[in-house]
């Protein structure tokens, strides 16, 4: 799977960053630059894929 990073802008002026692709703890450090441009996060939404290993989704890709 592709990674991505998607910046979602409200036109109240509210940033939303979710990302796309990564297992575990990656997603942090991939989006953290952002994080700190755009200032204090107020929340934050962890998908099914933080709780993945990197191994335990390379192997799922291997049984394709």
């Excluded at 802008?9 to 991939?30: K, L, M, N, V, Y």
């Amino acid at each position: 799977m592709n990674q991505a990073i998607e910046i979602i802008i409200a036109p109240d002026g509210q940033s939303h960053i979710e990302t796309h692709g990564f297992t575990g703890d990656s997603c942090r450090t991939a989006s953290r630059f952002l994080e700190q441009a755009l200032g204090k996060a107020t929340s934050e939404q962890l998908k099914s894929e933080f709780h993945q290993h990197a191994s335990e989704n390379e192997h799922l890709q291997e049984g394709h």
